[in-house]
Nanobody, 117 residues
């Protein structure tokens, strides 16, 4: 099973930017959908953004125009560029890879993002 390791979280002021990275321990099939999810205290985990092997992206309405997901298949890495951060973006952010054919899925350990007002 592939291991995913997130990095890039931290504390930032409102209006600032962060870039999250998610590195996979082995080659990720282009069939796999890569995604970023987040979970705030007391809330359910929610999809933030996803990207297919072909580069098709999907975003939660709350982050459209502010966040950008990208994928480097050669480096087995997916990124989340977060701009114009808001306090409500505060959460633990998780990386996920999902194979829609085999229905297998793997999660990273999460990285904390805290946005101060």
């Amino acid at each position: 099973q592939v291991q995913l390791v997130e990095s890039g979280g931290g504390l930032v002021q409102a209006g600032g930017s962060l870039r999250l990275s998610c590195a996979a321990s082995k080659i990720i099939s282009k069939i796999n959908v890569m995604g970023w999810y987040r979970q705030a205290p007391g809330a359910q985990r929610e999809l933030v953004a996803s990207i297919t092997g072909g580069g098709t992206t999907n975003y939660a309405d709350s982050v459209k125009g502010r966040f950008t997901i990208s994928r480097d298949n050669a480096k087995n890495t997916v990124y989340l560029q977060m701009n114009s951060l808001k306090p409500e973006d505060t959460a633990v952010y998780y990386c996920n890879t999902r194979n829609p054919l085999s229905r297998t899925s793997s999660w990273g350990q999460g990285t904390q993002v805290t946005v101060s007002s």
